[in-house]
């Protein structure tokens, strides 16, 4: 089975600070990981996604994310918080488990001025 | 292009009644999956379709839950007798059957309120 955890579920920067978004997971077989954004109200939107040809990913508005396998991490990173970066993120990984994908519980980000 | 779209947005109903909700993929996707959102939790995998193989139902809560798919097009979700404990946003989603790697895109759900 496959599973993912998401340390914290709610994160707080200051307007300007580092985003660090920790997500772990466990995958029998390697692992496609995937981090999405949810804005109030809204649906999910892809922020980026591994699929093993570059362990270092880039996303939209400035994310990106590593892949460790040795630490099976998968944490999310912005050097820079923005205001409009107050949403829900959600890590998910595919691979092991049919063809559905396996959510972390979330982590709520709030950005203060 | 247009994105996965889902009706109604919004629907309140009586506890014991029958709901059914609607989703349109994006066109040309043949994957089509369903997810179940509780307030301040994560997405719970209900069902996934794909072309004219048998459904993944392997994440269907109960018997009062059902889906259908008409070929590679619209999907229903219904669920029978409603409980309070259903109240929830259904997210559908849909991607190309060209491996998991293909990013599944999201719609906006459908917020369900149980009385």
């Known amino acids: 089975a496959q599973s993912v955890t998401q340390l914290g579920s709610h994160v707080s920067v200051s307007e300007g600070a580092l985003v660090l978004l920790r997500c772990n997971y466990s995958?029998?077989?390697?692992?496609?990981l995937f981090w999405y954004v949810q804005y109030p109200n809204q649906g999910l939107q892809l922020l980026l996604k591994?699929?093993?040809?570059?362990?270092l990913v880039k996303g939209i508005n400035g994310f990106e994310a590593e892949f460790k396998k040795s630490e099976t991490s998968f944490h999310l990173t912005k050097p820079s918080a923005h205001m409009s970066d107050a949403a829900e993120y959600f890590c998910?990984?595919?691979?092991?488990?049919?063809?559905?994908?396996?959510f972390g519980g979330g982590t709520r980000v709030l950005v203060k001025p | 292009g247009a994105g996965v779209s889902q009706s109604p947005s919004n629907k309140v109903t009586e506890k014991g009644k029958d709901v059914e909700l609607r989703c349109d993929p994006i066109s040309g996707h043949t994957a089509l999956y369903w997810y179940r959102q509780r307030l301040g939790q994560g997405l719970e995998f209900l069902i996934y379709f794909q072309g004219n193989s048998a459904p993944d139902k392997s994440g269907l809560p109960s018997d009062r839950f059902s889906a259908e798919r008409t070929g590679e097009s619209v999907s229903t979700l219904t669920i029978q007798r409603t409980q309070q404990e259903d109240s929830a946003v259904y997210l559908c989603a849909s991607r190309f059957d060209r491996g998991l790697q293909e990013t599944q895109y999201f719609g906006p759900g459908t917020r369900l309120l149980v009385l």
């Open positions: 995958s029998s077989v390697p692992p496609y």
């Open positions: 591994y699929t093993s040809a570059a362990t």
């Open positions: 998910a990984v595919s691979g092991s488990a049919g063809n559905k994908l396996t």
